[in-house]
């Protein structure tokens, strides 16, 4: 199994790894940089899945991979305010999967600080007093102590994207009868 990322980020690359391990074993895990053509902090589902979506076909289309994966990620709102959250879209050549992290509770003050066009992992390396955290706990570790961290969400994502893959026979329409 070749798996292609459309990503360079090695979080989302660790991700991408341990899922693959355990669904198939062995999988070769490739990255490569697809841009994701949404905002650098998606405010939507609908955005953060157009952004994973369009990495995963770009990186199925760079060619030589079963799979390719895209990860996005950015803050919502929601009745009850912000939520941080991500999806992961699995493109197979012929459909897209998709799965989402969980969510959570987004600071609204931090959130300002981002603005319409800012960068989230500005914004957290700066509260936090730490450098890179996107290639590191990311937000999700920040928010929840090191409980979850954005590799362990975009993780849970994956799996979530891949159980039509892994489970095809519950998924494809067949025969309806009691």
Known sequence: MIVRVG????VKRAAVEEACRELFGEATVLCCAAPSGVAATPRTDEEMI????ARAR???EDGGADLGIGLEGGVMPSPHGPLLKGWVAVHDGERDHVGATP????PAHLLERVGEKGELAHVMDAVSGRENVRENEGAFGILTGDRITR???F???LLCALAPIVNRGL???GPSGA
């Open 58 to 60: 770009r990186a199925f």
């Open 7 to 10: 990503s360079m980020n090695r």
């Open 155 to 157: 993780k849970l994502a």
């Open 50 to 53: 157009a952004g994973a979506v």
């Open 151 to 153: 590799k362990e969400s």
């Open 103 to 106: 969510a959570v509770p987004f």
């Open 171 to 173: 998924y494809e329409e």
